[in-house]
């Protein structure tokens, strides 16, 4: 099982198992670079995932609250139907942000292994 031949900033040798056919292991490798740059970019969006949700159960409150206000009588009615209208189309823009964000997430994971099938393509002369 070789190791890893690359030097660590600290000066000491990485002792991370080389990749078949590589001198370094997945970290130090050139060949997966950019997907290690990708990879630590997905964290901080990924970290947002929660929020679409928080929002929606925010919005079902308000919702409940104003059917109370309608049939207790402390809302008007017209009133109630343009705030109804209102937080319906921010539900669909919360929807459509979520849609978009999903769509960039995949499009990111074919495009790694896009690269992965490249690199591994090139290394075995297919």
Not at 13 to 30: K, V
Request: charged residues 35%; glycine residues 12%; hydrophobic residues 35%.
């Amino acid at each position: 099982m070789a190791r890893c031949t690359a030097i660590k900033p600290s000066g000491d040798r990485c002792r991370g198992r080389a990749i078949e056919g590589s001198e370094w292991c997945w970290n130090h490798d050139p060949v997966y670079r950019e997907q290690r740059r990708r990879h630590g970019q997905r964290g901080g969006r990924r970290g947002g995932r929660g929020r679409p949700q928080a929002e929606l159960a925010n919005i079902k409150h308000r919702l409940e609250d104003l059917v109370e206000g309608v049939l207790g009588g402390a809302v008007d009615r017209s009133d109630a139907a343009v705030v109804g209208q209102l937080l319906n189309t921010y539900i669909r823009a919360v929807s459509v942000e979520l849609k978009a964000r999903e769509l960039l997430e995949l499009i990111e994971r074919l495009e790694a292994l896009e690269e992965m099938q490249q690199a591994r393509d090139s290394r075995f002369g297919a």
